[in-house]
């Protein structure tokens, strides 16, 4: 992942245009009238042999005549020019290109690259960075830079609008300048061969001008690069985006039920999800989602009453609301004896709130104060239609300041068109949402719960793990590898089972016979009645052919299933291997739930897990939700809950509820079992039996690669490293120094508390009273690929962890410096803890290949000054209140290991 020279494409101070021409509708033609007439004030260098000028600017023949090399390059050249233009532009000092010409993919060189590939190797060395190729090109109005062949000028604004689609670029274009809508930077990737939506998504969530960032994605590379920086960039801004190709023409074959189950856009829906970003399904949904976030007040919770003038449009909102994943609030006697004291004998009496068609305009008033006071709704819908009684005109101007000055969501919808101009507005002019349709206002209000629902995924503090469990991995790793020693694809029941034992995830014993006399055998040394399964490599779903027969009382029926099997094998499949048979005791909960949990490997996203409903009807049922690992408590938790199942897992009539920690838990194994182990992938365990008892997996199945066939990062989010904890001793007790994780919040919010005022100051440069839930949850949750927090932790005197001590670093994206802080309890200074911690971070940050931590720190704090110079670094005076600290990582004389 990388920023470095974006900003030489984003804010150029000079562009020239390689392929400049005069000729009518080319792009080189197109390109100097959109850069001329956009009123960009630097220069504008046409480049071409074929003119000594083009549109009255003075042109040079080639690269090597230009008179000093420009901030940007922009190609509209034959595709077999691009490279060497490239090595041309990189050699004179460029550092942003913009490749407008399509085809490099599909030509070669003489060497047998593709175009676009000997593109990159000659921008490489000069970590030349390039949009496209066969893009649109790029616009930044606040700049007047139209570096495009699009066919108008965008309107400034303060949105930035990121396509893969050159044609959906110019379509929305097109849209929203008939819309007034204006952006702040207008980026079309085309085939996203170097500048992608990670690096754009880096470089724009920190960018003033750009308030939100909206995408139109048709796929996704990268995915680790990609979801770092639109969780960081969601932690700022909103992100919504589009996410085109829903629906997959053409199953791929698959081992599991999971991998048959876990569609690839369910993979995409995860992932958006958990990156914060709010997904919508159209133009016209991307766009009032912006408009909704910035003139809404944030939705507090779910609980939605919807006041109306008429009952159709309550109804039609109601059934949108519901059918949305939305919550109608009940509302309570006492708002209901409030509504009662002043409405007309005939309103509605629930919510809906209809007011009636002939409700004088103060009735509207009281009703959204008397809702807008009522503790047990969140977000207010109101919805007129005209009426010859009151104009709409005198409802929206009694309503409008009272909406204005609302503390919760309210949202209107003003139905029809001249007779509720003026009344729409009126709203519009205060700042304040209006829709025209009960289900476009609907659709915008879960715009906002479902952003909501996104952010708080993003801060929520987990639980903590009732029970710490640690994982054999050795003797899971023993079994994968014999397996694959073997020439083993898939591993047997017995040897699934052995890998889900080595995780502590409760199985059904599991004995193997390669007979039926020696599965009268086993069946007897175990407790009737018994289930007896075959075993081959070439049979994915045992139950298809027969091969699994349960409730077994004696010997004899043991026997006759096993022949049977074989038989029926015989005539069914009859290339089939048989390894044997696999013999267990009948597992006997009549209370419990079938549940699957698996895990697939996603082409682009990596490890995905999956829950729901299970048994042999699992993919007819198809009641699944995906979610991308590492877990913890609160996301599978969350994942459990998309189900329909959870509510039959909450337990009814004489079934009681199911063990959901010990479900929670199971979810979590598995998604460490596919973190550690990267051979593993696709697995399932169907069924799943989860009941009051606790859960037991009864059949396992699991598919395994060499990890040589493996991508090099795997996971799509960096899991927990737990690699890096160690314990140091001080003053004669152990201390773990680890890094810092969401379940942290409780005992860092304590650890905060009991700072003093000057070490807060020290620290953060002002004086903060109280820390906010979401300022601690920003400290614990952090993105491992570009932050590290390690803490000194140990249990206080009550066996409780508590937090000593905290260093913390943030990289920039390329990887070439580290910022960072520290503060260690007031009450711990000069035991050495502030230095082990500080050395342990140095370590750390070399390890990883940068260049330089830097920090900064108030004149007045000595002990830190002094700490640092003892640890290498350079102080230097920054102003007269602060100094500036910065210790070199690489040894001298030694080149920069940051790259593109």
Known sequence: MTIRNLKFMFNPQSVAVIGASKKANSVGATVMRSLLQGGFDGAIIPVTPNYKAVAGVLAFPDVASLPEPPDLAVICTPPSTVPGLIAELGDRGTRAAIVLTAGLERLQDDQGRSLQQAMLDAAKPHLLRIL???????????????????????????????TQSGAMATAVLDWATANGLGFSNFVSLGNSADVDFGDVIDFLGSDPHTRSILLYIESITGARKFMSAARAAARNKPVIAIKAGRVTEGAQAVMSHT?????????????????????????????????????????????????????????????????????????????????????LPNWSRRNPVDILEDAPAEHYVRTLETLLAAPD????????????????????????????????????????????????????????????????????????????????????????????FTPNVAAARSV?????????????????????AAYEIPTVETAVATTPDECVQLAQAMTFPVVVKILSPDITHKSNVGGVALDLDTPEEVRAAAAGMLKRLKKRRPQARVSG????????????????????????FGPVILFGQGGIAVEIIHDRAVSLPPLNLKLARELVNRTRVSRLLAGYSHRPPAD?????????????????????????????????????????????????QLAATHLAIRPYPQELEETIVLRNRPVLLRPIRPEDEPQHQAFLKQLTEEDIQLRFFVSIREFAHSDVARFTQID???????????????????????????????????????????????MGLGRALLDKMIRYCRHRGMDEIIGETMRVNTPMIRLSRKCGFEVSSADDETVFLRLNLKPKGSASSAGG
């Not at 048979?581 to 996603?602: K, Y």
């Not at 998604?671 to 059949?699: H, K, M, R, S, Y």
Request: charged share 20%.
């Open 259 to 343: 991998g048959a189950l876990a569609g690839a856009d369910d993979v995409v829906e995860a992932a958006l999800e958990r990156a914060g970003i709010l997904r919508v399904e159209t133009i016209e949904d991307l766009f009032d989602a912006v408009e909704t976030l910035a003139r809404a007040r944030p939705v507090m919770g779910e609980r939605v009453a919807i006041v109306t003038s008429g009952g159709g449009p309550g109804v039609i909102a109601t059934d949108k609301l519901i059918r949305s994943g939305g919550n109608l609030a009940t509302l309570s006697d006492d708002t209901l004896a409030q509504l009662n004291s002043f409405l």
């Open 784 to 830: 491992y690929d570009r932050a590290m927090a390690f803490i000194a932790t140990r249990p206080d005197d009550s066996g409780q962890p508590e937090t000593l001590g905290v260093v913390r670093s943030i990289a920039d994206p390329d990887n070439h410096q580290a910022e960072f802080a520290m503060i260690v309890r007031s009450d711990l200074k000069g």
């Open 660 to 708: 959901m920690t010990a479900i929670y838990l199971t979810l979590m194994k598995v998604a460490q079992l596919v973190t550690d182990l990267p051979e593993v992938v696709e697995l399932d365990i169907n069924p799943l039996f989860a009941d009051n008892q606790g859960v037991l997996a009864l059949d396992a199945r699991m598919r395994i690669v060499s990890t040589w």
């Open 377 to 468: 709704i969140d977000a207010i819908l109101f919805i007129h239609a005209p009426t010859a009684i009151v104009s709409s005109r005198t409802i929206a101007q009694t309503l409008a300041p009272v909406a204005k000055a609302a503390r919760r969501t309210v949202l209107t919808c003003w139905l029809g068109k001249a007779g509720v101009a003026e009344a729409r507005q009126i709203f519009t002019d205060v700042g304040l949402p209006t829709y025209d349709t009960p289900e476009d206002a609907v659709g915008a209000l879960m715009q906002l719960v479902n952003y909501r629902r996104n952010q708080e995924l993003l801060i929520e503090t987990p639980p903590s793990v009732p029970v710490e």
């Open 480 to 500: 994968i590898d014999a397996a694959l020693a073997a020439g083993q694809t898939v591993l047997t029941e017995p040897e699934a089972k052995a890998v889900l």
């Open 581 to 604: 048979f696999s013999v267990q005791q009948m597992a006997r909960r009549p209370d419990a739930h079938e549940l699957i949990v698996g895990a697939t490997t996603d082409p682009v």
């Open 132 to 162: 496209g190729p066969n893009c649109l090109g790029l616009m930044i109005p606040r700049l007047g830079l139209n570096a495009s062949f699009a066919h108008t000028n965008p309107l400034p604004g303060q949105i930035a609008f990121i």
